[in-house]
């Protein structure tokens, strides 16, 4: 399974943080992580997005390039666990890739997770993205990091 996490990108501070929207540099970044995306995702991919406002706005960057529609999920709020995350987007054994547009520390956890590291170490640039694979090596399955990638490389 391939399981792409994807933090929003930046959001202007304020309350309440559920409505905090994308600043213009947090949609440029999301319009070119989209486009790197929509060149790299397989066209079974699936995206599950945060009900916030700014991962709203960074998953839509996404759907009006590629007309990929995304789907909102509660159990990857903010505040969200690094298990909430992976029982929705069903790791390790959904068919299909799963993208998640998430938030920090969160995101963080979840790899830290995957990879048996401590959650508290690993952080995401915003926008930036995390591509993991599960696959079965030697009898037992293990992650590999296919990519990571920051808007401002691209």
């Known amino acids: 399974m391939d399981l792409i996490l994807w933090r929003h990108a930046e959001a202007e501070a304020g309350e309440p943080d559920l409505g905090r929207k994308l600043t213009a540099k947090g949609e440029k970044q999301a319009r070119r992580m989209a486009e790197w995306l929509h060149h790299h995702l397989p ?4 995206v599950l997005v945060s009900p916030a406002t700014r991962a709203q706005q960074t998953a839509q960057a996404l759907a009006e390039l590629s007309h990929r529609k995304f789907r909102t999920v509660d159990e990857i ?3 969200a666990r690094a298990d909430d995350v992976l029982r929705a987007a069903g ?8 993208v998640i547009v998430g938030h920090q520390p969160t995101l963080g956890e979840v790899v830290s997770q995957l990879l048996g590291g401590e959650a508290r170490d690993l952080s995401f ?3 930036a993205i995390w591509w993991l694979q599960s696959r079965e090596r030697h009898g037992g399955d293990e992650v590999v990091v296919r ?3 920051s808007p401002d490389l691209l």
């Open 147 to 149: 990519v990571v990638l």
């Open 77 to 79: 709020a903010p505040d």
């Open 125 to 127: 640039k915003k926008g």
């Open 43 to 46: 066209d079974s991919a699936r």
């Open 91 to 98: 790791w390790p054994e959904s068919k299909h890739p799963i």
